[in-house]
Structures are given as structure tokens and as C-alpha cells.
């Protein structure tokens, strides 16, 4: 590719061809593009995702999924980041290290603390192939978690009734209940509750 100067933007419909068949290519998956879509739906603020381009072609992207994370006894609008990739043939590593260094800048700015989300974190930090740290491998505007961990609550002895396992149907409050009980035990956490599963497991296109 040339020098060009690369042009960092936010997502845009249309993008989501090209988004979805680099990101195949740099992590070696098939995903489809119904899938994509499942995962990443229109937003009313918009799809939280930031592009970079050179030569109007796709040489780095960062995505995000939103959810609710408690911490410290608050519940947070946060967003964890997805598919982080700068492709290899947008230059050696210092200039890779440049476009992903504007793509992260580019996200915050439009997405980031002050903004939409009040936490951004990365989960498991370079252990996608392909996929770059995030600003030297640290999570990013990240509160510093330590400072409002509670002690665990000590957990009942197991009791000695039965219990059947069964799955959920139709994403039932029952899940509401669950989340009710156990959001103590879970300091720092996403909210694990019936709308979570609604938006993270309802309407798979393939499964």
C-alpha cells in the first residue's frame, strides 16, 4: 500500500460488507454476514464502530458490544471491545502501531468516557490471533476496579436437595430472579439478567 494518509472514521451502511470480509481474512473464520449483523444492530447513537482506511481500502477496525457492567454497587453503560484488526499489509510494525494508535483515539473520542460509554475494556488482550493490543496490551479507560471490590459474601454450605437443569424458554424472568440472587457474589460483573440474554443469544441467524 502507499503512504497515503489514512482516514478514520465511524461506521457508515455499507461498511459491513468490507468489515466483515476483512475480518474473515485476518482471523481465518467464515463468518456470514447475517451473523455480523446479528451481532452488531443498528443502534439509535449508531453501531459502535470505528474504521480506518487508506487508499479506500479497509487497513484497521475496532468494534464494540454494549452492555451493563455493575461495579462497585453502580451499574455502568460499558462496551467491550470485539475484533480489533489492523491487517498486514498496511505497513511494519511502527506503522501499524500508527493507524491502530488513531483507530483507538478515533473510537474513544466518539464513543468513549464523556461520551457513550463510561467503561471500554478489552477482554483477554492479544490472545485473538491478528489482532493488535490495545495501547501497548493494557485495557483502556478503565476505572481502576481494585478501589471498589467488596469482599465476598461467604456462600451458603451446598444443600443436600435435588435439582433438575433445564433450559430457559423464551429468555423468562426467571433469569431476572437468578441475576437478583447472585449479583452480590459478582463485585464487577455484566449484568447477567434476562435482557442481556435477550440481546447476546436471541435471534442467532444459524443457531
Do not use: C, K
Amino acid at each position: 500500500m502507499s503512504a497515503a494518509a489514512v482516514e478514520v472514521r465511524a461506521f457508515r451502511p455499507g461498511d459491513e460488507v468490507e468489515i466483515n470480509d476483512t475480518r474473515n481474512r485476518v482471523f481465518g473464520t467464515a463468518r456470514s454476514l447475517d451473523e455480523w449483523a446479528w451481532r452488531h444492530p443498528p443502534a439509535p447513537a449508531g453501531r459502535p464502530i470505528v474504521t480506518a482506511r487508506r487508499d479506500g481500502r479497509l487497513v484497521a477496525h475496532l468494534a464494540a458490544l454494549p452492555l451493563r457492567l455493575e461495579l462497585g454497587g453502580r451499574e455502568l453503560a460499558a462496551a467491550a471491545v470485539v475484533d480489533p484488526f489492523v491487517v498486514p499489509e498496511a505497513g511494519d510494525d511502527r506503522q501499524r502501531a500508527a493507524i491502530w494508535a488513531q483507530t483507538v483515539a478515533a473510537f474513544l473520542a466518539a464513543f468513549g468516557p464523556g461520551r457513550r460509554f463510561e467503561v471500554v475494556f478489552r477482554v483477554a488482550a492479544g490472545a485473538t490471533p491478528g489482532a493488535p493490543p490495545l495501547l501497548g496490551g493494557e485495557e483502556f479507560a478503565l476505572p481502576a476496579a481494585a478501589r471498589l471490590l467488596r469482599s465476598r459474601p461467604r456462600r451458603s454450605p451446598p444443600s443436600r436437595l435435588a435439582y433438575r437443569a433445564e433450559p430457559a424458554r423464551d429468555w423468562e424472568p426467571r433469569l431476572d430472579e437468578l441475576w437478583r440472587r447472585v449479583r452480590a457474589q459478582h463485585p464487577v460483573a455484566a449484568v447477567r439478567d434476562a435482557e442481556h440474554a435477550l440481546a447476546r443469544h436471541a435471534g442467532h441467524p444459524h443457531r
